[in-house]
């Protein structure tokens, strides 16, 4: 509808002309949630104008749509942090190849990604300088990335603050993004390069069977700490190396909202996240009182922005109300509120959810009550239909067989597993394939009961754990 309503706006046009149009424009998608997953992700972040392409390979620019998710999760993480006295700093983007030396166990597992500047103009330089390294000397990376270094005079506190964070990572992604996610330790084959264990929220895309490690939460133990003497004198006046810990989360996170909410009309937002939480559109129709109506819009508006709403209008008269619908829907605004002439001669305005596309009519006099009532109802709906997808594709399994046969449905699989090394080096061996290994996501620390004499599905050998394996981004 929208797609001919657009059309039909520019009917003075050449045929020609009118596909230029759309292709500028960008509404609809040419690829299918369900078929081409990897295209369809592609197609919704940069017709939701959330990114746009750079010309260095594996850049992007963050626009204003996505960065504003970004702010928003920031502005609740940074106020936690600092409530647990942690203080925020700035680290340098370049750092010598002697420090990254001392980094050598770390660093080797993360080597491919690490570059290097040889060149200060036409002069090549004497020691290269490296770049961009995910590691504990330096704290950045192309993308955005939250990264927190603490350091502690026990392990007891040191754990303690590790499962504080991951709480608070939880938060952003299940009452923030509405993403369900599950808390777990990781494996030692998957744990951080250098550290002593690490936690992780895991979520999982149904559409393509893949787990995301949302975000971590390490425990380094005293590893560094040896590396470049970090010492403090405890209690007793005696010297002593700190226990430290690291943690962070990535604009992966936007990411991985995209993809479990996004739908063949393009980007869902959660109400939390979005930026603009209601977007208002006149619909005038022919001979209709036109400035009634866009003075009830603005009306509307400015009502829902003084109660702390997040909204705007759109008064474009280059494009009819159909293309807007369209526009918005793409761009993933959780609330549409229309007002025409029956909603302006019965004081009330049309609301439609992008989550559903419910249809529902509200009285001026309860505008705000209701708006509010709405956003946080599309906010749980959210979370509980992404939750019950991803809980449909929960299998347990205890055989080997089995395990296999989930994998190639892909399927988020709890089984019971020996923990060891060996074991989940043969599994990712056995299950290597065109779609990638299948490796452990995390062992979950909500442990249903293991009953004595239970076999690892894929060792027979007693079990010691559960944990989620599949495959993963």
């Keep these: 509808m929208a797609g001919s309503e657009a059309k039909n706006s520019g009917s003075k046009q050449s045929g020609a002309k009118k596909k230029e149009v759309k292709k500028e424009t960008g509404l609809g998608l040419t690829n299918r949630k369900a ?60 750092v010598s190849p002697g420090v990254l030396e001392k980094e050598k166990e770390h660093v080797e597992g993360f080597a491919p990604e690490v570059a290097w500047v040889t060149k200060s103009g036409k002069t090549d330089l004497e020691i290269p300088i490296a770049i961009r390294p995910t590691s504990e000397t330096v704290m950045s990376r192309e993308f955005l990335w939250q990264e927190g270094h603490t350091a502690f005079a026990t392990k007891e506190e040191a754990d303690a603050e590790v499962l504080e964070i991951l709480e608070l990572y939880r938060c952003i992604y299940e009452e923030f993004l ?36 949302g975000a971590t939460s390490h425990c380094l133990g005293q590893n560094f700490a040896k590396m470049f003497e970090i010492n403090f004198e405890n209690e007793k006046g005696e010297k002593a190396m700190v226990w430290q810990n690291s943690w962070a989360y990535s604009t992966r996170t936007i990411g991985v909202m995209v993809m479990v909410h996004g739908d063949d009309k393009g980007l869902v937002l959660p109400p939390k996240v979005a930026s603009v939480q209601v977007i208002v559109i006149p619909v005038p129709y022919k ?10 819009c603005t009306a509307t508006v400015n009502t829902l922005c003084e109660a702390g709403i997040r909204a705007e209008s759109d008064f474009r008269d280059n494009y009819s109300p159909g293309w807007k619908y369209s526009h918005w829907e793409m761009k993933g605004v959780p609330l549409r509120i229309e007002i025409g002439p029956k909603d ?26 209701e708006v509010k009532k709405l956003l946080d109802t599309v906010q749980q709906n959210l979370f509980d239909v992404a939750k019950q997808k991803r809980d449909e594709c929960i299998q347990v399994v205890h055989a080997w067989d089995e395990f296999v046969q989930a994998l190639n449905q892909r399927k988020m699989i709890l089984a019971p597993w020996c923990d060891e090394e060996e074991v989940e080096a043969d599994v990712k061996a056995r299950t290597k394939g065109e ?12 442990q249903p009961e293991l009953p004595e ?7 027979g050998k007693p079990a010691k754990k559960w944990s989620y394996w599949g495959r993963s981004y």
């Design 344 to 369: 302006l001669a019965n004081k009330q305005a049309r609301a439609v959810r992008r989550d559903n596309g419910a249809k529902i009519d509200i009285a001026n006099d309860n505008l705000v009550e």
């Design 453 to 459: 004499g239970t076999k690892c599905f894929a060792s």
């Design 435 to 446: 779609m990638g290994a299948a490796k452990t996501l995390c062992s979950p620390f909500d």
């Design 178 to 213: 509405a993403v369900p996610v599950i808390k777990g330790k990781k494996s030692e084959m998957e744990k951080f390069a250098g550290g002593l264990y690490t936690t992780s929220v895991e979520a999982f895309i149904p559409n393509t069977g893949r787990g995301v490690q």
């Design 35 to 94: 078929e081409n997953f990897g295209e369809w992700y592609s197609e919704v972040v940069v017709n939701a104008e959330m990114i746009e392409y750079y010309d260095i390979s594996g850049c992007y620019i963050l626009r204003p749509w996505a960065m504003a998710i970004w702010e928003i999760m920031q502005g609740f993480f940074d106020p936690e942090i600092k409530k647990m006295k942690i203080k925020n700093c700035y680290f340098p983007l370049f």
């Design 287 to 296: 001979d209709a009182n036109t400035q009634g109506i866009f003075d009830a």
